[in-house]
């Protein structure tokens, strides 16, 4: 690293002479650092993988969740700080639940992204605080598939499909060879799943993987006995 | 960079010896990392055109929006830092709402553009947080047309014609060779893309441009086809 | 340690380029600076063993808890800095306590534990504070005996059985070697003590060692005479 | 520039030994870097001339105004930092409309003035933020003709005439020696316009001056032919 | 001292590489700049000893509280900075204060020592603040005889004998070589003053030492008589 | 200056090692920077005189004023930086004022002097702001004539004559010699202006030099005619 | 000084490792570059001395007063920084007055000296303030006489008889051999100012010296014919 890196890189409240945040490049990094998590748009809902790797037998299967319920009919995946990802996912579930007793009907997709957006902005622009080291995909049918990402810039972006966390960019540059529109829900799983295996080295098993499917009836949270049976049919197990 | 700048650019609140705000210029050269976006004032109104680069055939068409609908009459154009450009177009429409609630009319843009530019003259002024790093163009027809510039200094200046975001020097250098007083709205579209062709390498196609165009009935945003005929019809595609 | 790493350790507010938070794995070594405790889920309830050293004969047996009783069903142990885990007991407790009030029921395991999470997130992410050097294990019978770990980076994490404090990775080895599923509660605690015993160097006595069962009956705190019965089960002594 | 200056120039509430405040002389600096403008006390009002060079054709004449009309009575005139002198221009209106509320007649240009100084002068004091960019000069009637500077330290002083901006020393240096006491307004402006001409290399044209005198009457703003024709009338064209 | 360790000393906000709080461990050596106090349970009572240094026979003799009574039945013995303990001392007798009136009745001594002790753990958190310099010793009879130590960290331990202050660490083995569970008060006094002497240099007389016995009646000042006497009956004079 | 010298000059709110305020030091090099007052006690009343230079022929004469009227019976004059002794001038006349409408009088010199000393002290205690860079004379007849001083340190004294300012010290020491007690109004004059005289290079004439004399009927400013004949009473012209 | 000194000393919110606070010491020097002030417990009252130095000739007798009337029966006597003093006499009598208010009848001066203390205190543990450079003795009779020292720290200390500012050790030292208990106020107004007298090189007269004697009857402040007889009487002049 550049010494001149280091004179700009102590926090949000400053931009570097070429006009970077660095703080916020850096939470970019502590995104990386997390399990990956892929999202695809299919003409049913969307699809959600993430990969749920054990650190150790005891952990209990659910216990760092990657997928969350916002409100029964969105959905969000994250990558990254673990405790920082815990609360934009309560900040969207408030925003929601707020949204709702406001108008009687759940908001959509692209507004609670970008409610989240907006505070995580904030925290690229003041100082005394760090930015969210984590980053998020929303989904939701609302009454078409959506499919959201949030970055550590509060940047949101609609994606046909895309990953985040370790290895995304290997997992997306898959799914750009691999996905096409019109997708079924069970076409976009195994899209999905087989991008995720290409940025992997292990053999997959059951309890290894985590799927959601947010469809307009609502989020299908498969237990460990479909996630086994969809790699069977993904053909990586 | 000489030592002397590095004493003087980690925040707002101080000047240079020479009087220059260091971080607000370091807040351009995040504009110039944007994508350029053109705005020309026509008879008939404001012309937008926005080169809509998509970095992956996966991201949606419309995910980060350059062009922006304020109050269906007002319209402004982006460039820099997506999510600080996302916040001051969420400020500029909440401005414009409380003004028309308090006064039973829309605010015409030049109210409007200064609104924005004190929020921004504020962040170059105190510490502890950093200039906006984007740049807006602010278009409408109150009733002529007019086009504002806004810039990370707080600074508001009207044109004719110009550009903001990367390359936008050259694109500028073009208009004022070819911007002549008195174009009708489709010379001006032909005007603003050749503009912002000279300033590019790549081919166009239909999907990588954005054109609005703002006239005294509101705001008329091209579908792509549209997009692509515009090209056409400029003889670049 | 490398110049590079004091750039990046003297606060909570800002990044590492490589994505980490110092600070936090500091607090993390002021956890391992602390004696360990075990805690085991069992068909019965959870089981905590706490390794109770006593430095100064003169110093009262039961001057520093490492275990502690949130609102009579619900049980912590703690590891690390002393005052710190104090304060966070209190904020347990005191959560408990209202959620009772305002639910007229008890509160799970896992709600407590991220509420606790989330007020240590905070110290995680803004300026002006440390994080907190202590880690929790939280246990209840809700219905289900539950175990929840809480790291100074605000992470929960449900374990079947785990330690924190010093030598917490040997034990956890050990644990992974001799843990099972469908142990009753007298077998977890020989299985907690044998862990908490491979990691120690010195011999066994009544007074050295704290045991705690949370079952749904209550929280089953063993004097000296039991916890000594404990040892001599567990063919330690 | 000294080593020992640069420790005494980063923030407003420290004095250098020799009790300078350096940041209030950047700020000046700042105010150099913009262009000049004149002001004169007449027999009949105060005459402002500023010189309004705009950069590009593309730029709209009045698009950067350099005179400010206060209250209908009250005019200012402004050099440096754009934004700056927007929010003195604002303050000193607020105050204007404030005291005409509460007294039933417009204020006189000296409280005008003393306000927007002691504004100015907490930013010379505190620290957390910079002084203001800019210098002010304010004119009014109330009865007799009144110049006042208003500079970035605070300061406020009544002049016969004087120039802020760039090269306002040798333009103040040929008022003194043309300035007479007794000149009526058009004698004025005829000593202002060659004053400004002085400092000046390129030639005139009606688009490059601003001028207003401030009257009995009001505010008499000069639009572009009248502007051309004082330049004649004086000989400069 | 080692350069790494200057580099996190600074503050109470960060830990050191090694989890160490070194403004913590300073706030200690202030402590260890004051002279002893001891303090030892008995089956009667708590009995404070303080070793009270007039370092000038102008000084009047009770100048400088060492023992100090909170609310007739609890009494508290300080070592370190005087300032800083009287404030913690005022801490604690308005704690009870509130407590008593609150519940009509005295709190114990171990509410009222991590009372005290969660105020000296904020200043051990968060920036802006150093710790207290001090360590408290805290005796009362509720029903049965109680000692407790706080310490600048807000670590509180209860000891059945111990010693605050400069020589304290001497004292302590001394204690623990004599102390013997089911002394008297006047057995408990004899030992507190031998352990007291061994870590001392020059003679004893009756101006140089305080005693104070905390028993369920209340709080029993000996005079310098008393004192005297004491020492006599000790075999120290 | 000594390296040493700058470890302790950056702020008000530390101590040099040996108990200086190098800030408020340098506050009163702002104040030597400035033109000097003298003040005069005589039997009628307090004598002032200011040397009131003009940089500019074009600069008013009244414009930086150097003599205040605070309610008519008490007046101050002002040397050293100009915006900061307007500030302190208006707190004096609020507070004037207040205590006016409070009690129904006037106050007299000395709690005024007082009341603006403290808000002087403040500055020079706390960080984040500097301390005033001026210094006040304040006279007035409650009922015998009364001159007290202030200082950048919050220091008053009262003197029968002295001076602030630049050539302060010089000025003083003439007035050392040259004051007497029992002098009339015209005396004192005499004496101040002379006293003046001594640390001055140029020639006098009437337009520069300010005079007021503050009596038992209020406070009698001179014009420029009766200025120019005091200096020639005083033969200096 | 060693480089080490200078890491711990540029605020009050951090210890030295050796557990001092520079700052405070910083502070004492301040009350060391002050006059001395001696005070004496007598049978009848307290008596203060103090060296009241005029450098100039011109400076009223009474203009730094370093003895002060808090209440008519409680006086205290400053030595060091002048307006710190002024303020921490202000609140001493601010708090005496709020007591007598409260409870019908005047504080004692130990309750005084601890207000103060505890406002002293905080300035010395709060990072953004320095202490304040100033010491107090305090005196009054309620009933017995008490003489009580406070210094930069807050500590407070009851002394029969002692000094505070420069020379204050010699004078110490001079008292320590000749202070008796049982002096009558005028055998102690002799000691006082012969040991006064010992810590200085110039020759005494009656305008440099203040007296001031407070006794059950109230404060008697000495003239400066009392005070030049009070010299003679003990032979120093």
């Known amino acids: 690293m550049q010494s001149n890196q280091q004179a700009y890189d102590r926090g949000t409240s400053i931009f570097s002479p070429d006009g970077r945040l660095y703080q916020v490049e850096y939470a970019r990094e502590a ?17 959600f993988v993430a990969d749920s790797r054990t650190p150790s037998p005891l952990l209990a299967n659910d216990s760092v969740e990657k997928l969350h ?21 309560d900040y969207a579930r408030r925003y929601a ?16 992204a970008t409610a989240v957006a907006d505070h995580v902005q904030e925290t690229t622009q003041s100082g005394g605080t760090r930015p969210f080291g984590t980053a998020l995909l929303l989904g939701g049918v609302d009454p078409e598939p959506r499919l959201y990402e949030l970055d550590p810039s509060g940047l949101t972006r ?12 290997a997992i997306r540059a898959t799914l750009e060879a691999s996905y096409e529109t019109g997708l079924e829900a069970t076409e976009g799983l195994t899209v999905a799943l087989r991008a995720l295996d290409d940025g992997r080295e292990a053999e997959w098993d059951g309890a290894s993987v985590d799927v959601a499917v947010v469809d307009s009836s609502g989020i299908d949270r498969f237990d460990s006995q479909r996630c086994a049976q969809a790699l069977v049919d993904a053909e990586l197990t």
Do not use: F, K, M
Request: hydrophobic share 40%; glycine share 14%; aromatic share 4%.
């Open 31 to 47: 995104v990386a650092r997390g399990s990956p998590v892929v999202g695809v748009e299919t003409t049913d809902g969307v699809v």
């Open 69 to 89: 319920d916002l409100d029964g009919r969105l959905a969000a995946a994250s990558a990254g700080h673990v405790a920082d990802a815990r609360r934009l996912v």
């Open 97 to 112: 639940q707020e949204e709702r007793l406001r108008y009687g009907e759940a908001p959509g997709v692209e507004p609670v």
């Open 158 to 169: 609609r994606w046909r499909a895309t990953a985040i966390g370790g290895d995304s960019e």
